[in-house]
DNA sequence: CCGGACTGCTAAACCGATTAAGCACCTGCC
DNA sequence: GGCAGGTGCTTAATCGGTTTAGCAGTCCGG
């Protein structure tokens, strides 16, 4: 192959130098090159397939065009890979291309990222995590980098995750608002408990002390994440006396919400005539696929990759101080109203199923 | 900020020209550079903190070291993720740099996708599907090119796919191995369909021809791509009169088989016990969290992201033509054995549960 | 007719590396 | 003493652009 086609070329075929059809085609000194020049370079540039070199430009201008996205893991959990999908939609739209890297946590993996990465010049870092997390910002990790899904445990960076708080309240408000009284929160149990497990926890007695609702501690029970574990879990409390039985589960997240469906069926009980449940995550393919279709909170995945990469080109304002906590901004986590909530069952809580 | 540090920098700072650092850190001529002189360089290098710019290094050598990859989408199916980890883990085994970009399908992003990432003078380009589909190759795309997920339409690219058919004999070889007889193929409905469909098929009769079965037309239903897909398709054969009832299940997917689940619970029929049900796909969070586990086809996603890149690397050897299939190499798809197969009941299907 | 301002460009330095060509010095041999 | 050959580097060109400074030429006012 011949070689590929420069500025230099653009510059022979036009009849002017190569300092000219730079400034032409980065419409720069617009003002002092005629229109004639300016449409013969750009017509001659077109013509002959110039493309420019952006890794030239970029050496001169120190702007790459490049954002490194280095993320603990990509596919860990299905849905937060719309970080990664918006995070490069935005990108895109500005001009700028993604580097993307998995360390799969390891720190000596995410320092040598970091370290190629800036050896390629890129602009700016995105450091993602997979899970809402409070991060030790690894060393080498520029100022001004910013962090998705995680807060950094030290030092100012603008940073975004999802309001987990928020999006319990909305949750438990949507079954006081049913007519619930009384509401259990099935939460996760893990070591370390993830943040967003006492996040929830705060909205939810939240929304119980605004409704007047004393809390019982039997209520608020833990399991494995996964559905056997919500399943176990529901199932002690709705072995509960039925008077301290509850009408309403809230759910850690959907795969719980999942195991809770098991266990209510169990015991008889029909969803939502029964039984409400909400779940967390809008996981498609359990909520939606769920028998009834389970109302749960979306994470705000899409957004916050976006956030990301709008806040570290500039081209979206940081937020004021009221739109944050600690520094880092709260995404709003809607609620997704399906058909699994309804209100309390007024006597008997339902017969038993065939 | 001051200057980043260069290989000017090292050099003045060992007391050697520029070229004699570039030599040495590059281990090249290396016999004409005394150890003595080289420690030196390595030495102050190291200790001023110099990094290569890899930018300037690729504008002269022409090779970047990026790899760009373009793909329809990211995150519409969970685990086809994987690919993309799988690309990046083996991109960084080989110190490259990975340049994610989705397209949405749309042709013009495609097309100037394509031309940013080759202004950015990429190494080389994996052009990824997340569905195993046929594709028109986006005109730009270079030769040499590495097709992932998609068979070129025309042309000749390096290629893998999974093998779909073999999957699918490897599914139902295993439940004409517990004894099974009566197979229903619970095919996917979809317009137009996805190639998987009648691969999976092919792998399905074959299997069937191989135990001396003959196929039952009624036995081949179809349903949309959902859990209540799969619950009307389960239903329609579950409903059939009982000589002609399957005893055993395949499912194009792990989503139609979670609706084959609830068919068969309000058929009363148990599983494995009275009804056995392979799926296909091995999404965790269905498949694992059904109740029994699912037993399913797990698709190489993996090691197909692996091969695309090694592949465009040249780090791994094309294989011969007898591993693959016009050209595309067919990534073997292995059976995840759990517990929704067993032996077919012997006298009548099962008694009602309560 | 001269000087200043404006117009329309270009020359050349520069970004930070790689690399081909070659220079200066030394040694050894005839 | 002269020359070949080896050693240990350096010089300078190059990759493909951007950008600053400034050169010619023209116009215009005085």
Chains 1, 2 share one sequence.
């Not at 110039?50 to 790459?64: E, K, S, V």
């Not at 960076?157 to 987990?164: E, K, L, N």
């Not at 449940?277 to 498609?284: A, F, H, I």
Request: aromatic share 4%; hydrophobic share 40%.
């Amino acid at each position: 192959m011949s070689r590929r086609i420069g500025i230099k070329d653009v510059a022979r075929e036009a009849g002017v130098s190569a300092a000219t059809v730079s400034l032409v085609l980065n419409d720069r000194a617009t003002t002092r090159i005629p229109e004639a020049t300016q449409d013969r370079v750009r017509r001659v540039a077109s013509d002959i397939g110039y493309a420019p070199n952006t890794l030239a430009r970029g050496l001169r201008t120190r702007r790459t065009h490049t954002i490194g996205f280095v993320s603990d893991r990509i596919a860990t959990t299905p849905y937060a890979v719309r970080m990664i999908e918006a995070a490069q939609e935005a990108a895109r739209e500005h001009a700028h291309l993604l580097f993307l890297v998995s360390t799969g946590g390891d720190p000596e993996v995410e320092r040598s990222a970091i370290e190629t990465l800036k050896s390629h010049q890129v602009d700016g870092f995105v450091y993602a995590c997979m899970w809402h997390r409070e991060v030790e910002v690894p060393a080498g990790l520029p100022a001004g980098s910013v962090l998705l899904d995680a807060r950094p445990a030290r030092g100012a960076y603008p940073a975004v995750v999802p309001d987990d708080r928020g999006g319990a309240v909305a949750a438990v408000q949507a079954l006081v608002d049913a007519g619930h009284t009384r509401i259990a929160y099935l939460d996760v149990e893990e070591d370390p408990l993830p943040l967003a497990s006492g996040l929830r926890l705060e909205g939810y007695l939240e929304v119980l002390a605004r409704a007047g609702i004393t809390p019982d501690a039997a209520l608020h029970v833990r399991g494995a994440s996964d559905a056997a574990g919500g399943m176990a879990a529901a199932d002690r409390v709705l072995a509960l006396p039925p008077e301290q039985r509850p009408t309403a589960l809230f759910c850690f997240n959907d795969r719980l919400a999942m195991g809770a469906y098991a266990a209510a069926r169990h015991h008889g009980l029909a969803i939502p005539t029964d039984l409400s449940v909400v779940g967390y995550d809008d996981q498609q393919l359990i909520a939606a696929e769920l028998d009834p279709p389970l109302t749960t909170v979306a994470l705000p995945h899409h957004e916050m990759g976006r956030w990301a990469v709008e806040v570290l080109l500039g081209v979206r304002d940081r937020p004021g101080p009221d739109e944050t906590e600690d520094g880092v901004v709260l995404m709003p986590c809607p609620l997704i109203r399906r058909d699994s909530v309804g209100p309390p069952p007024t006597r008997e809580p339902g017969r038993r199923r065939v």
